[in-house]
């Protein structure tokens, strides 16, 4: 009698994007635990037409190597135009952020790029419906929303019962200007003022080149160094602790195309205040799971953050809803689910879904 094969098992799936990016890795990771043959390709980031030639044929060596049934692209500007000049099977392409929010818009030929990338594609994902309804500026194909699912299990609410000294408030991305680190440091300037018997503490944690403009921008404001932690980029495997010490997150980013940080100190039951933009307005439930501000307002960001010190109360009920809200809309199973869904639909066959 012959043998029943698992329609998972029988499915691969070649994955092509940046070697650095945890959330690849993460969907590798769990993609394999339900059954799905995963490769990762981590072409070199090198710059210029020679490392953009590398990473093709890396590419398609590992194409040839692998067979896969359909070959996943991550961040449609790099690796969707490999995926263009790579003429195999059923191609998947995910938007992430500024591949479609800032890229297409900075000539006439990037735009042109990122149409016949997204037109090639057999799938077309984005990771928020803010960046959907961007994509659909450049394509007139269906785009489905897959977001970057959330661990619930390792980011969840702290278990130590160890009291604090000090209300922790922190940020959690790189040190870059779209990330409004400046407003950040400002509005935690006018908090300190305004409640100088509290004891604060600002963390600030991530890579980035402005982390030295930020360590100016503490004496610029008269801040007390003793009460800010600038930290660098914690390995992901860790970073959960980090949300778990937090008493408020905050994220006032100028720019947003979905917002995983502020997901993940949610599931860690932290109340998050984040900018009123971008992919953030829908991770982020006004007045239910955190508080919004207009970004590039330091004065009005810091009244949200004294609103939150000054209520424990508050702090509690926003953390513990923005845990249920992720769990309900954002859970890596959930991820997952929608994730078989797409590959199902491409290759016509049921795959099991949310096994993780």
Same mark, same amino acid.
């Given at each position: 009698?012959?043998?029943?094969?698992?329609? =998972?098992?029988?499915?691969?799936?070649?994955?092509?994007?940046?070697?650095?990016?945890?959330?690849?890795?993460?969907?590798?990771?769990?993609?394999?635990?339900?059954?799905?043959?995963?490769?990762?390709i *981590?072409?070199?980031?090198?710059r210029?037409?020679?490392?953009?030639?590398?990473?093709?044929?890396?590419?398609?060596?590992?194409?040839?190597?692998?067979?896969?049934?359909?070959?996943?692209?991550?961040?449609?500007?790099r *690796?969707?135009?490999?995926?263009?000049?790579?003429?195999?099977?059923?191609?998947?392409?995910?938007?992430?952020?500024?591949?479609?929010?800032?890229?297409?818009?900075?000539?006439?030929?990037?735009?042109?790029?990122?149409?016949?990338?997204?037109? +090639?594609?057999?799938?077309?994902?984005?990771?928020?419906?803010?960046? +959907?309804?961007?994509?659909?500026?450049?394509?007139?194909?269906?785009?489905?929303?897959?977001?970057?699912?959330?661990?619930?299990?390792?980011?969840?609410?702290s278990?130590?019962?160890?009291?604090?000294?000090?209300?922790?408030?922190?940020?959690? +991305?790189?040190?870059?200007?779209?990330?409004?680190?400046?407003?950040?440091?400002? =509005?935690?300037?006018?908090?300190t003022?305004?409640?100088?018997?509290?004891?604060?503490?600002?963390?600030?944690?991530?890579?980035?080149?402005a982390?030295?403009?930020?360590? +100016?921008?503490?004496?610029?404001?008269?801040?007390?160094?003793?009460?800010?932690?600038?930290?660098?980029?914690?390995?992901?495997?860790?970073?959960?602790?980090?949300?778990?010490?937090?008493?408020?997150?905050? *994220?006032?980013?100028?720019?947003?195309?979905?917002g995983?940080?502020?997901?993940?100190?949610?599931?860690?039951?932290?109340?998050?205040?984040?900018?009123?933009?971008?992919?953030?307005?829908?991770?982020?439930?006004?007045?239910?799971?955190?508080?919004?501000?207009?970004?590039?307002?330091?004065?009005?960001? =810091?009244?949200?953050?004294?609103?939150?010190?000054?209520?424990?109360?508050?702090?509690?009920?926003?953390?513990?809803?923005?845990?249920?809200?992720?769990?309900?809309?954002?859970?890596?199973?959930?991820?997952?689910?929608?994730?078989?869904?797409?590959?199902?639909?491409?290759?016509n066959?049921?795959?099991?879904?949310?096994?993780?």
């Open positions: 009698m012959p043998v029943t094969q698992n329609p =998972a098992q029988s499915t691969r799936v070649l994955l092509v994007g940046d070697h650095r990016s945890t959330h690849i890795r993460n969907w590798k990771e769990h993609l394999s635990n339900s059954g799905i043959q995963v490769e990762c *981590y072409p070199r980031n090198s210029g037409i020679s490392g953009f030639l590398h990473q093709l044929i890396a590419t398609r060596r590992a194409i040839k190597h692998f067979h896969p049934d359909i070959v996943h692209y991550h961040y449609a500007s *690796y969707g135009l490999i995926g263009l000049l790579t003429p195999f099977g059923k191609r998947v392409i995910s938007v992430w952020g500024s591949d479609i929010t800032i890229f297409p818009k900075k000539s006439l030929l990037h735009s042109t790029l990122i149409k016949m990338v997204l037109h +090639k594609g057999d799938a077309i994902l984005a990771t928020s419906e803010f960046l +959907k309804a961007e994509t659909l500026k450049y394509c007139q194909s269906a785009v489905t929303v897959t977001p970057f699912g959330i661990d619930t299990k390792r980011f969840s609410p278990q130590s019962d160890e009291p604090l000294d000090s209300i922790r408030i922190g940020c959690i +991305k790189s040190f870059r200007e779209i990330y409004g680190i400046r407003d950040l440091i400002e =509005a935690y300037s006018i908090v003022n305004a409640l100088p018997e509290h004891r604060l503490k600002l963390i600030i944690a991530g890579a980035g080149h982390r030295f403009d930020a360590e +100016k921008l503490l004496g610029e404001f008269k801040i007390d160094p003793a009460t800010v932690e600038l930290l660098p980029a914690i390995d992901h495997s860790e970073v959960h602790k980090l949300h778990q010490s937090l008493d408020i997150a905050v *994220y006032p980013s100028l720019q947003e195309g979905y995983v940080a502020a997901l993940e100190s949610s599931a860690c039951g932290v109340p998050v205040i984040a900018s009123n933009i971008g992919g953030h307005k829908e991770v982020v439930v006004h007045e239910k799971t955190g508080l919004h501000t207009p970004p590039a307002a330091p004065d009005v960001l =810091a009244k949200s953050i004294l609103r939150l010190v000054n209520n424990p109360e508050m702090r509690t009920e926003l953390g513990k809803q923005g845990r249920l809200f992720v769990k309900s809309n954002y859970s890596i199973s959930t991820a997952v689910e929608i994730m078989c869904s797409v590959y199902s639909r491409l290759l066959k049921d795959l099991p879904r949310g096994v993780v």
